[in-house]
Every structure is written in C-alpha cells, then in structure tokens.
C-alpha cells in the first residue's frame, strides 16, 4: 500500500563566521516556504545548519566556541522556523550544535512536525577528524574536540512511517544503516558538512562525491529505507563543502538531487510503502539474518588478524618479495 511523504532535501551553500542566526533562519525559511510551493510534507536541512562548520578552527578555550551551540530548541532565533513550519503546515528536520544544562556538547539533530512540536532527537555518534591542534593541516576537523558522542540510533513516528537520523560521518558506516534498519526505519535523514580537502589522504579528494553517493545509496537498499542526504555546501570560509545532495529510494536508485553549491531544494514524492519491497523480499531479515555469525561487531572496536593468520603469513614464500633479475 502505497504511503507517499513529499521530501525536500534544503541544501543551503556555505554559512559564514559573521552570518547571524537571523539571517540564516531567514534562508531557511525561505527554502521552507519554497518547498511548502512545491508540496512538500517534510523538509531536511543538513548537519549545523545554523552557523559555520566551526569545528574547522582550534580554540584553547573550547568554552570561547560556546556562542555556535543553541541552549534552547526553539530558543528566539530560531522560534520564527518553527511558527512558518507550522503556519504552513510542514514538518522539517535540521542540524544544529546542543549546549545541554548539564554542559554537554553536541553535533544534534532534530525531527519537527507539521504542527511544529518535536517528535525525535538525535545525538551525533560517530565523531570524525582529531581531538588535538595539528597546525600542519590547511584547516582543522576537532568534531572530536568540540562534542560529546551521542548515545546510539533511535527512530520515531511522524509522516505515516518509521523515521531515522544520522549526522554526516555516520552515513560512511554500514552500522548506522543496519541498526536503523532493524528497528523497522523506513526514511532516514542525514545532513552533512564534508570538505572535498582529506588531509591524512588527499588521493581521496577527488572521490569525494563518489564515495558519497556510494554510502547512501548502498545503505539505502541493503536495509530497504528512504535515505534524504542533504548538504551544507560551497566555499565556507576558504573550505569547500562537497554539494550532491540526493534523495535515494529503496532500491538504491537516486531519486531527486541538488546539481549547485548553494542554498537548493530537490524534491522526491517518497513512497514509504516501497520500503516492503525490500525488507519483506531480499532483506526480510527475520528470516536471513545470522546474527550468531556477526558477534565480533559488537564485541571488537578495532582490527584483530587472528594469530593463526598472521603466523601462516609470516612464514608464507608470499613475504619474499623477491627481486626482479
Ligand atoms: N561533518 C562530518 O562528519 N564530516 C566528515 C569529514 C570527514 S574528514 C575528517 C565526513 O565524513 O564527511
């Protein structure tokens, strides 16, 4: 039975040091009224989408970076997104930095309804990038340094389905996908800020949006969800932010994208009851899965070459690389 959610994925170009949270909420709400036109029910806007990807500079004092966290949700810069939203009576999802009560950092996103109550919250887990000053690279990545990990993936109900989040970097692991998956998410939003500049391997610079599309779309069809992937993109204060916004169907086959580096929408009509076709076939997993065979997911973080493995290699004639004579 088909469930249809019309889904803009509100790419916005870059957010400058200086830009005020009025004048962005502005863009945003313009992008929402755009996609209120176009008759949208949801609309995605990326990972901190309120102010520039601050992470990007080092602070010895991390508290002098405390103005980029929000302390409310909605707080008075952000109130006139939520009142539009629900004038028009559009649900949207955004990024944001949290400043909790408690003095926790974190890179946080949000679900928000067509009334303009928040119906989910999600708290960044996988943090990329370094937690130290490493004045050698042509610009810093402290996500590391600057947040509090978050607690784990949770889904709510909004739009008629199962809804998930995750937060850029996450979208590069299988495990974020997967444990959506197996609480039943049929659409799953994910903002993002990556730099086509990778500074421990430049020779992935060029696959930035390969290796994009490559995440999204396989986790989009190995766990049989919608996938919104929605950038915050363009040249922000001398860093370029990779664009490609896409919204991905079940199948993997992209369905809507963004083709500029600034503030765009692409709409998809997002049928959620296609999600069946997937999980009730290929990737029923009731019926496939061997969780008993994947133990050493949850129980080991790094790589460990079993000790019969790495003894067979080091006597192997395989080591002697020999000479050309
Ligand atoms: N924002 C974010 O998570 N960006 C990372 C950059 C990785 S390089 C440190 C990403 O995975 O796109």
């Known amino acids: 039975m088909s469930r249809i959610v019309t889904v803009g994925a509100a790419q916005t170009g870059p957010i ?5 949270r009025a004048e962005v909420v502005e863009r945003l709400v313009a992008l929402l009224r755009q996609g209120a036109d176009a008759g949208c029910d949801l609309i995605v806007f990326p990972e901190l989408a309120l102010t520039t990807f601050f992470p990007r500079w080092w602070a010895d004092d991390r508290a002098e970076f405390d103005h980029f966290f929000e302390t409310e949700m909605p707080g008075p810069d952000t109130r006139p997104l939520f009142d539009e939203a629900a004038r028009l009576g559009v649900g949207f999802h ?3 930095a949290e400043l909790t009560p408690e003095g926790q950092h974190f890179n946080t996103a ?3 309804d067509r009334q303009g109550t928040i119906i989910g919250k999600y708290r960044k887990v996988h943090l990329p990038g370094h937690h130290d000053h490493q004045p050698w690279r042509e610009f810093q990545h402290l996500e590391r340094y600057y947040f ?3 607690a784990g993936f949770g889904v709510f109900a909004g739009f ?3 809804l998930g989040m995750a937060i850029c970097n996450d979208r590069r692991w299988s495990e ?3 444990v959506l998956g197996l609480q039943g998410c049929e659409l799953a939003m994910i903002g993002y800020n990556t730099p086509i500049h990778y500074a421990p391997d430049p020779s992935q610079d060029v696959l930035q949006g390969f290796h994009n599309r490559l995440c999204l779309q396989s986790g989009a069809y190995q766990n049989g969800m919608w996938v919104v992937g929605v950038a915050k993109a363009g040249e922000e204060e001398g860093c370029d932010l990779l664009g ?3 919204i991905i169907a079940p199948s993997g086959e992209v369905r809507a994208t963004c083709s500029t580096v600034g503030d765009e929408l692409a709409v998809a009509e997002c049928d959620l009851g296609l999600c069946a076709n997937y ?3 290929l990737f029923d997993f009731g019926y496939y899965r061997r969780p008993e065979a994947y133990g050493t997911i949850t129980a080991q973080q790094g790589v460990v070459v079993p000790p019969d493995v790495v003894a067979a290699l080091e006597n192997s004639d395989d080591n002697d690389t020999g000479g050309a004579t």
């Open 16 to 20: 400058q040091r200086d830009d005020t």
């Open 94 to 96: 955004l990024g944001y």
């Open 110 to 112: 949000i679900v928000v």
């Open 148 to 150: 509090d990990p978050g």
């Open 160 to 162: 008629g389905g199962v």
């Open 176 to 178: 974020t996908y997967r």
């Open 244 to 246: 490609e916004s896409a």
């Open 279 to 281: 999980k009730d076939t």
